[in-house]
């Protein structure tokens, strides 16, 4: 049980820090087809972009999850680190299952998803902070509740 709290110690931490460091807005230069095509004018809603970014973290794409985040993110957590932020999640909850629902809320100048995620040993609620250009541009762990229990397997006499 230690570990286990020191493992999520550490995911928080990580988690707190890129929460501390407030994005700075960097000259815009102009779009590439590739930036272009990655949020299109009509983009994804951040309910999508959330739902999408944990998508790509729980099939271990983590240079499409790459892709879909702000310099700030790219900076603070590149590929490699985001399979290990995965990992530990993982390590720490059980074997990734299922995203539930997504909400949204506005907290300008960004939009805040709150993707509910479903793995072995506990449910998640993970933040995905999207910006007005539809970049990822924070992961946070929201809250952490044990699942519901499960009906035994063991026989009945």
Known sequence: MPQRLAVLMVVLVVFSACAASTPTPAPSPAPTSAAASRVPASGP?????GRAFI??????????????EDATMVTDAPAAQLSQIWQQFVTQ????????????TAQAPYTVAVVGTTFARAKVALTVTVDGSGQVSGLHVAAVTA???????????
């Open 93 to 104: 909850f059980g074997a990734f299952e299922s995203i539930g629902s997504v909400s949204i």
């Open 55 to 68: 998508e790509a973290l729980s099939r271990g794409d983590d240079a499409a999850a790459q892709g879909m």
């Open 45 to 49: 809603s951040a309910a999508g972009i």
């Open 147 to 157: 699942p519901s229990s499960r009906p035994s397997s063991s026989p009945t006499t």
